[in-house]
């Protein structure tokens, strides 16, 4: 297990003997109260926002200084640095858009690791979708350091990539899930913060391993989404409505999240990114990025993804045709431009 992960194990299981001892559930997260989170983004801000809800004592940094106007308003401290943050935190959780942001947010000038090999906080919580080799090189530079303070229950910090699923409206509402790799101890200590901003948080291994599970999810989801909006074109051109033909798959073999959750059809299901000209929810640009991501991977171990790939070279193009700000949803228009679309 190694010393590290033995002095987490350790942590728990006090904090297990604690609970049996009868001690509250406020002294028990104690130790993951002050939260520093970096990345206000579509995702991100949500995330914050219900950490605060929940109690936790959150500080705030982004590059946009509009978005953190907006959290400095409503009381919630913001800092000019991810180091700053970091100087008055128990835990990091960060949410950037790619690889480079986080390994700037960790590595570069005014960064998480600035203040070289003594470190505040002891958890750092990734949930980022990034390729497994960033994760695990930002775990490997975490568990080489150490802490400005030794704690009772721990003189080591620890790494944990926690990517996501569920999109901007689980992210609001808190029913995200959360797909983590590294040490099992830091993912038992850390599942209560998780679950304040998800429904769902599922264990998947060592380091990068979370990583690995959201491109992999990605992936099947931008096929997915591009097989329905195919089928729903194929319909309409056929003379069926989108409408009943999503009540027929909604009830059939073809049901999915891509049909009954975030129907790509303008005008069939209210909530969603189809229903207002695809603004807002996951765009087009970030799918291309986290299928170039798996694609990247799969190359490295010498995996062939023919779906993958194609759906990957459909994505790029819906960028260049100037839809990369659009959800990804709007792939539908790649099939299909009819007027009668319900």
Avoid at 168 to 181: D, H, Q, S, W, Y
Avoid at 260 to 271: H, K, L, S
């Amino acid at each position: 297990m190694g010393v590290v992960g033995w002095r987490v194990r350790s942590m728990v299981q006090q904090w297990g003997w604690n609970c049996r001892r009868g001690l509250s559930s406020a002294a028990v997260r104690s130790q993951l109260e002050n939260v520093g989170f970096i990345g206000l983004g579509n995702m991100g801000a949500h995330m914050a926002r219900n950490l605060v809800m929940a109690g936790y004592k959150v500080t705030v940094h982004d590059i946009n200084e509009n978005t953190m106007k907006k959290f400095s308003d409503d009381g919630i401290p913001t800092k000019q640095s991810p180091l700053e943050v970091s100087e008055s935190s128990d835990v990091i959780i960060t949410m950037l858009p790619s690889s480079a942001h986080v390994l700037d947010v960790y590595n570069g000038q005014n960064g998480l690791l600035a203040d070289g090999a003594n470190l505040g906080p002891w958890l750092y919580i990734d949930s980022s979708t990034v390729d497994p080799q960033t994760s695990r090189k930002i775990s490997m530079d975490i568990s080489r350091c150490t802490l400005k303070e030794n704690k009772a229950y721990n003189d080591k910090p620890v790494m944990l990539d926690a990517p996501v699923s569920g999109g901007v409206p689980a992210a609001e509402a808190g029913k995200l899930t959360f797909m983590v790799g590294g040490l099992e101890e830091a993912y038992l200590a850390a599942k209560p913060l998780l679950l304040s901003m998800g429904k769902n948080a599922i264990y998947c291994g060592g380091p990068g391993n979370g990583s690995v599970a959201k491109i992999c999810n990605n992936m099947a989801m931008a096929i997915s989404m591009l097989g329905v909006s195919e089928a729903f074109a194929l319909g309409q051109n056929l003379g069926i409505k989108a409408s009943v033909l999503t009540d027929i798959f909604n009830c059939s073999s073809a049901r999915c999240w891509s049909s009954d959750t975030y129907n790509p059809v303008p005008g069939v299901m209210m909530g969603v990114p189809s229903s207002r000209n695809y603004d807002g929810g996951f765009t087009s640009k970030l799918m291309t990025k986290d299928l170039d991501l798996a694609m990247v991977s799969a190359s490295g171990v010498g995996f062939k993804c023919p779906f993958g790939s194609q759906a990957f070279e459909i994505y790029r193009k819906l960028c260049a045709d100037g839809c990369e700000l659009k959800d990804f949803s709007c792939a539908f228009r790649h099939y299909y431009d009819g007027k009668d679309e319900n």
